[in-house]
């Protein structure tokens, strides 16, 4: 078993999809053992996203992700990382992403894609740290 994070991004909770995507979550079989809605300082969403430092994207990626409320959460379960990447669907919903996944059922632009979950158990692990500090492992 292995743990993951996830976000809604705040399109996401914007549109009212918060319930979607933690009930896709948990029809897979995957566990929520974290769970907040919260507003995400600037400086945690440098950290979080510090591998697009200097990307032509990376100032609105951090406008967006700091524009309101968001959910994160830590789900864990056998193969939690790819499982929860295959729920998603690929970074662009229209040319990536394919019906019957979160992004590609729900989303069309690329930096409005709903959904955050880490790449790699590294990712997972520096990410959790970070979202979750004081969460028990
Ligand atoms: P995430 O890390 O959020 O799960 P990902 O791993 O599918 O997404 P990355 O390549 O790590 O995709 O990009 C991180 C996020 O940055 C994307 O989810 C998207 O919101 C935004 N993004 C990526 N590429 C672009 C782009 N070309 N234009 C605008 N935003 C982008």
């Known amino acids: 078993s292995e743990r993951t994070l996830v976000l809604v991004k705040p399109d996401g909770v914007a ?5 979607e995507v933690i009930s896709r979550i948990e029809r897979k079989g995957l566990k929520l053992v974290a769970l907040e809605l919260r507003n995400v300082e600037r400086g945690v969403a440098e950290q979080h996203y ?20 968001l959910v994160a959460a830590v789900v864990e ?16 919903p229209v040319e990536k992403a394919t019906p019957g996944t979160i992004r590609g ?18 990712s997972a692990a520096r990410e959790i740290k970070l979202w979750f500090p004081n969460l028990a492992g």
């Open 15 to 19: 549109r009212g999809l918060v319930g």
């Open 50 to 69: 510090a591998e697009h430092d200097g990307k032509p994207f990376f100032g609105s990626l951090l406008d967006f992700i700091t524009s309101g409320p």
């Open 77 to 92: 379960g056998t193969r939690a990382i790819p499982a929860f990447r295959q729920l998603a669907g690929g970074t662009d």
């Open 105 to 122: 059922d729900f989303a069309l632009e690329t930096q409005f894609n709903l959904v955050h979950g880490s790449d790699s158990p590294e």
